[in-house]
């Protein structure tokens, strides 16, 4: 049972939410359509950390892992990560549980997100071997 009223409509606005992104990327591959482009890699010519994870997610959804890996290995790595901690927020959400019982409100998964995205920004952007595996 929700526990707030007109919660219902939200999350059934936010799960439609997701599933029509996911259709866009399912059906459009960023590689080929105008999706938008990185300011930050137009600016500065380095990779963020969020660089190529369009290509990837696209990727992901057509079951080509490998691929998507070499494209953004953080956000494959983080996919279940996001899709747990957002089925236990809605578990919480619907069980009354309060939300910072949820995973994604975690302070070590917080900061250990911080770190290994900063370090990933870091490396992929280093000339050599370790920067050439990690670039999208």
């Known amino acids: 049972m929700p526990n707030s009223p007109g919660g219902a409509g939200r999350l059934l606005g936010a ?3 997701g599933l029509g992104l996911a259709a866009v990327y399912f059906a459009f591959d960023p590689a080929r359509h105008p999706f938008p482009r990185c300011p930050w890699q137009w600016l500065t010519g380095l990779y963020c950390p969020g660089c190529g994870s369009q290509r990837a997610f696209h990727a992901l959804l057509h ?3 490998g691929r998507a890996a070499g494209l953004n290995l953080l956000a494959v790595a983080y996919a279940p990560v996001l899709a747990a901690g957002g089925a236990d927020g809605a578990v919480a959400w619907l069980t009354g549980r ?4 949820a995973l994604l409100y975690r302070p070590w998964l917080g900061w250990g997100t911080v770190g290994l995205t900063l370090a990933f920004a870091v490396l992929r952007n280093l ?10």
């Open 15 to 17: 799960l439609g939410l």
């Open 63 to 65: 079951g080509h892992v």
């Open 98 to 101: 309060p939300r910072r019982l």
């Open 127 to 136: 000339p050599g071997p370790a920067g050439a595996w990690l670039a999208p």
